[in-house]
């Protein structure tokens, strides 16, 4: 009779080194040529992992801005995964940019985008990470080029987004906060700090422009403090306001793989609990054919499978369920779905649900919102239990 022999199961080592180096290695697709002699260094931040960061469309349309820009050298950064930030602490090296390699703490303009306040404190790790003072009335007032200090050259610090609707929790450790779309006032902000290197030149500057808050001279301790009224900015021609031309395709897969097309921003609807509504209004919207162009070139230049159209509520562009017959008509016979983001279940209809499974069943997103009739009714969602129900129903009788 043999015997079966009884192995040890060895543990494993416990995993050494950066886990996805993809996140930091930088040199995607697409990416901007690099200046020769760059007149400023700006870097755009996403205050989160670089999967996340990539998808947002928003630093995507920035880049864009600043890459047509021939004397500006546009560098990225996002938060490290504990991993990255041990390394970086253990051997005491800033955290630098994906582009040049160069610390952050080195260039002209750092640009937070605020996406949510569970982002604030991701954004005090990365200014400790780059050797940044956290609070605004720390940084040195010195010009870049004075090495006497070890902090010579600190750059502006400037937060925008959704996430300073309530600038107050933040306030402390941002130079300047921009209120609005960021497009509609990023060009200004260069001329500022193109007129000179000088630190406390630039913050006052800067707080000449419109949609512009700075902390330091409203916070009631400084002796320049004055009280104006800050106007968000908005870019007003939606149909040619500027997009990722070319997107930009990242190596380290992200969370969305796809083509966004932004087709309106603002939402006619008056809900009551909505921050979105309020931020971005008014109600404005890329034309059909301009939608259709981006479209195809992004797909040309990305070699993405999918296209999703973005706006605060999609079911309320004009001739939606055309659009997207139009659009599948060209994209089926290449593979390439198309996916819509949160719907209202009201404007979900067969045709809308019949184009979007021809090539793959892409996900649906409806909203209750409220678990009573008469509570949707009161937060400005006035649709009935049933058609919710129906709208469910004729999605899973279409197949999934």
């Given amino acids: 009779m043999s015997r079966r022999r009884k192995f040890k199961k060895k543990k494993r080592p416990p995993p050494t080194g950066i886990q996805r180096p993809g996140r930091y290695i930088g040199n995607e697709w697409n990416l901007a040529d690099p200046p020769e002699n760059p007149r400023l260094r700006v870097v755009l931040c996403y205050p989160d992992v670089y999967e996340i960061g990539m998808s947002h469309l928003g630093l995507q349309v ?208 008056a809900c009551r609990f909505c921050q979105a509504r309020v931020y971005y209004s008014p109600v404005r919207q890329r034309t059909p054919g301009t939608v259709k162009k981006i479209i195809k070139e992004n797909l040309a230049q990305t070699g993405y499978e999918e296209v999703s159209l973005l706006s605060l509520n999609i079911a309320d562009y004009p001739g939606i369920e055309s659009l997207i017959v139009e659009l599948m008509d060209d994209l089926n016979h290449r593979n390439i779905s198309v996916s819509l983001p949160s719907l209202r279940p009201e404007k979900l209809t067969e045709g809308v649900i019949e184009q979007i499974r021809k090539v793959r069943k892409t996900g649906f997103t409806l909203a209750p919102e409220a678990g009573t009739d008469r509570l949707r009714k009161v937060i400005g969602k006035p649709y009935p239990r049933e058609k919710l129900l129906e709208s469910i129903a004729a999605i899973f009788s279409a197949g999934w």
């Fill in 62 to 269: 920035l880049y864009q801005v600043l890459r047509d820009q021939p004397d500006v050298a546009v560098e990225r950064v996002f938060a490290p995964w504990p991993d990255k930030e041990k390394e970086l602490r253990e051997s005491g090296q800033p955290l630098q940019t994906l582009e040049n390699r160069k610390p952050i703490n080195q260039c002209d303009l750092l640009c937070f985008t605020l996406p949510h306040e569970l982002a604030y404190t991701n954004i005090l790790n990365i200014l400790d990470l780059a050797g940044i003072p956290l609070e605004s009335k720390d940084r040195t007032q010195t010009a870049p080029d004075d090495t006497s200090s070890d902090r010579s050259h600190m750059p502006v610090i400037l937060g925008g987004g959704i996430g300073v609707m309530n600038p107050l929790p933040i306030a402390p450790y941002m130079d300047a906060l921009f209120f609005g779309e960021a497009e509609s006032g990023l060009l200004d902000i260069l001329n500022v700090l193109r007129e000179s290197k000088d630190r406390n030149h630039r913050l006052c500057k800067l707080n000449e422009l419109p949609g512009l808050y700075l902390p330091e001279l409203h916070s009631g301790n400084s002796a320049n403090e004055v009280t104006t009224t800050v106007t968000k900015q908005i870019v007003e021609k939606f149909d040619s306001a500027p997009r990722p031309d070319p997107q930009l395709v990242p190596y380290c897969r992200p969370v969305h793989e796809r083509v966004v097309v932004e087709t309106a921003r603002g939402c006619p609807r």
